[in-house]
């Protein structure tokens, strides 16, 4: 199986009355708690720790898009991305990704993404989010009536514009362009995989069934409550007669590894304690925009109400009501199995557990979370790499990863000069 | 209360329901934000001396999900313009609130010979960047009723599902609803309609609750300076945004007097 190490870059130094004293982390997070100093270390200690991620072995490393944050600073993932092409060599790089219908033209993703390919050798992984109701339709103004006809018109010109070899005139519904002639293009053929992070709605699981795309159900609450949503994933594979190929699915999942299990509880209860208290603050009023869950999905939410089924406490939940039932001190975070702890050996079983239960080939893991130092963050990674990793790599192996970047041949690659800063005195 | 009659038209090949009650001469009457999920008492004013005609506009309850088919502000002025056409209510006095007085105000503007006399229940169009609109859509669910009406519970009222009804599917539309308001005005509002206004040539009454939460009273100002007929600005005691579900005499009785 892959694992891939996840960063959301949060802001790490949110005051300890942030709950109390802010509406919300996102949309109306106020511009004074923000310095731009402190964020000049923040930005450089996160692109170290993916650096580093790559440097100890794994699989690729993974980077989002969030606007007007103070969980995730990276409004733009594709600057942080075409940074690791030039600092790693054969990691994959994985940006999950660019919103669609946040581009105007779209042709933008098609555009910056096939540089990153370009600049990395083919190491790219596009992820197509729709994006959440925060970023989308509130920072940045996009109407949530026709965010998803927006975002579906914007695959198709993107993933044409990748593989049309002829200049060719896009007439859509909500764009035009005459000459649609994408400089540069991808280097991996037809085009960079692309991956779909979504909730749990029917449409999304069936549209990547048929496209022949991963399913990624990226969610802050681990396996115990994204079981639910894998399941329904892998029932409508079944039901529509495709493979169950773990690899074509992708799990987000926070970890903390030590010594012992009461270690990784004493070493990782504040990161956590602070990811989920403070980064998870989330006004509910910026959950709801009219239409951006479809009508199906709000169906399917009624109706599971109604029946009491037990993947009601999260699917057909509204972004508002998950907030709000957040589970905010460590004990319940790890009951919950929001995070998983323990030591090597612990944490590579119930790791191997979900791979196994949820059946998913592509873990993305969050070592990084909340305000973790830079050293902690390493540890954690470290540890990981070298006594979690080689206890999972056997998982799944029957099965051939269709999904994963093909780079050019590493002779074929350009020399990467090493960096060797200059003093500042110097 | 008696039911009104029931009329289905096509618009864009989706159903739009037309309600209709009453006699003498016809008036129309286009919903505010959230539409009309049943019958209001204000139309029974109404209908006391008019032909009440209330078609359902799209997305909003009654309009199925005609919405989806309008992508521009041209694409729903022609839609009000044909559901105006199909409703038997061109040339008759036309009364609109809250998003429904936009569109009003709107097919009075591009079609001048369409509207007799118009009365306008605080119009969705403008926004001052010093006095902004409340955002409907960004709101905690419970605190939607307060800003729609001065008391809540009508609101609550008008939009709780009634017995043996679809248990699944009212919800979805009262949100359908929303959606179709957001479809037309998101994110501010902003239609820009003040470029428009000088085209309205129909005597117009502009109606603002006492304690509108949603449209600063401001705005009266502006629409009542912009619009080339004579206007008339009254503001009706006791209500919130939606004025008519509030106080429903006092209003249908403004506007009676106005257009008779």
């Known amino acids: ?426 | 209360m008696s039911e009104p009659e029931t009329l289905t038209i096509e618009v864009n090949g989706f159903p739009t329901r037309i309600w209709r009650k009453g006699d003498g001469p016809k008036i129309g009457f286009l919903a505010g934000f959230g539409g009309l999920p049943r019958w209001i008492p204000f139309l029974d004013e109404l209908a006391k001396s008019r032909t009440v005609i209330v078609p359902s506009l799209p997305g909003f309850p009654g309009g199925d999900r005609g919405h989806t088919a309008l992508d521009s502000h041209l694409d729903w002025l022609l839609a009000i313009r044909d559901i105006l056409d199909q409703a038997g209510l061109v040339g008759a006095d036309l009364v609109g609130s809250s998003v429904g007085a936009s569109l009003a105000a709107e097919v009075a503007a591009l079609w001048p010979a369409t509207v007799g006399k118009l009365a306008l229940i605080a119009p969705f169009g403008l926004f001052d960047e010093k006095n902004p609109p409340t955002d409907p859509w960004a709101q905690r669910a419970d605190a939607v009723p307060g800003l729609m009406c001065a008391d809540p519970e009508i609101w609550k009222a008008l939009k709780a599902p009634p017995e043996g009804v679809n248990s699944v599917e009212w919800p979805i539309e009262q949100v359908r609803a929303n959606e179709a308001a957001a479809r037309i005005f998101w994110p501010l509002g902003n239609t820009r309609i003040e470029k428009r206004l000088r085209l309205i040539k129909a005597p117009t009454l502009l109606l603002w609750g006492e304690q509108d939460k949603i449209m600063p009273r401001a705005y009266a100002e502006a629409f009542a300076t912009g619009i080339a007929g004579p206007t008339t600005i009254r503001i009706i005691a006791g209500a919130g945004h939606l004025a008519e579900l509030d106080k429903p005499a006092e209003v249908a009785q403004e506007v009676l007097k106005f257009v008779a």
Request: glycine share 8%.
């Open chain 1, 1 to 426: 199986m892959k694992l891939m190490w996840f960063h959301l870059m949060p802001y790490t130094e949110l005051p300890e009355d942030f709950r109390d004293a802010n509406p919300s982390v996102w949309v109306d997070i106020h511009s004074s708690l923000f310095d731009p100093k402190r964020a000049h270390l923040m930005y450089n200690d996160f692109m170290d720790e993916l650096e580093y991620a790559a440097e100890v072995g794994f699989d690729a490393v993974c980077v989002n898009e969030h606007h007007s944050n103070g969980y995730g600073l990276m409004p733009s993932p594709n600057l942080i991305a075409s940074s690791l092409a030039r600092r790693t060599t054969d990691t994959a790089i994985c940006v999950m990704g660019n919103s669609l219908a946040l581009y105007n033209p779209p042709t933008r993703v098609a555009e910056e993404f096939a540089m990153i390919d370009c600049i990395s050798g083919g190491r790219l992984i596009a992820g197509f989010p729709v994006g959440t109701p925060m970023d989308t339709c509130y920072a940045y103004g996009t109407n949530p009536s026709q965010l998803r006809e927006r975002y579906h018109e914007a695959h198709d010109l993107i993933v044409r514009a990748w593989t049309a070899t002829e200049i060719f005139a896009f007439n859509g519904r909500f764009n035009q362009q005459r000459y649609v002639n994408i400089w540069p293009r991808p280097v991996q053929h037809p085009h960079p995989p692309i991956w779909v992070p979504g909730g749990g709605s029917v449409e999304t699981w069936r549209w990547c069934a048929e496209m022949n795309y991963v399913y990624c159900y990226l969610s802050y609450y681990g396996y115990k409550a994204g079981r639910a949503t894998m399941d329904g994933f892998w029932a409508e594979m079944d039901r529509l007669g495709k493979d169950k190929n773990p690899y074509q699915a992708g799990f987000l999942q926070f970890v903390g590894v030590g010594e012992s299990r009461q270690h990784a509880y004493d070493l990782y209860a504040e990161a956590a304690e602070y990811f989920y208290g403070r980064c998870l603050h989330v006004d509910p009023k910026w959950a709801t925009p009219p239409g951006y869950t479809s009508e199906g999905s709000q169906r399917a939410g009624i109706e599971s109400q109604i029946k009491q089924a037990a993947d009601a406490a999260v699917r057909g939940k509204s972004t508002g009501e998950r907030f709000a039932s957040v589970a905010r001190d460590m004990q319940s975070i790890v009951e919950k199995g929001y995070v998983i702890i323990g030591s090597p050996d612990e944490v590579a079983e119930q790791l191997r557990e979900v791979a196994t239960q949820l059946n998913v080939g592509h873990l993305m893991l969050l070592l990084q979370y909340g305000n973790m130092s830079k050293d902690l963050t390493r540890y954690n990674t470290k540890l990981f790499a070298e006594q979690v990793m080689p206890k999972l790599k056997d998982v799944h192996a029957s099965w051939t990863d269709h999904w994963w970047p093909q780079p050019m041949e590493a002779s074929q690659r350009a020399d990467i000069p090493a960096f060797t800063p200059r003093l500042a005195a110097e």
